[in-house]
């Protein structure tokens, strides 16, 4: 059995993105953890320690970026990426969020370039 190249975390409403994620990147040798909105995703956080978090801005209950805002100082000082997926167009403060760490990424995206990102980041 292959070793697992990480555990990555994805917070996500749309049930058909986290499929499509879900299984591109365990077939990229990674293990996945995935919560249907951000304050499900927030009570994992207590429980696991993902590699990598991958979260969408636009979900209901808490979104993207007040969970990018809770959880970015304890990810960040254990040196766990945070990529953040949006399908709005580029806004003047995603720079505020990159400026605090976060990888803006814009949908629709390339699955594969996810990957490679996320290799790359881990690698």
Sequence with gaps: MTESK???FI???????????EYALRSAGYNVIL???????MRLLDTITPDLVIS??????????EVFQHI???LQDHGIPIIIMTALNRKPWFADLEAEGAVIMQ??????RLIDMIDLTLG
Excluded at 11 to 21: G, R
Excluded at 35 to 41: C, K, R
Excluded at 107 to 112: A, I, N, R, Y
């Design 35 to 41: 919560a249907p909105d951000g304050q499900e995703g």
């Design 72 to 74: 970015k100082g304890r």
């Design 6 to 8: 990480g555990t990555i």
């Design 56 to 65: 969408d801005i636009m979900m209901p209950n808490m979104d993207g970026v």
């Design 11 to 21: 917070m996500d409403d749309d049930l058909a993105l986290q499929t499509v994620l």
């Design 107 to 112: 949908k629709p995206f390339e699955v594969d």
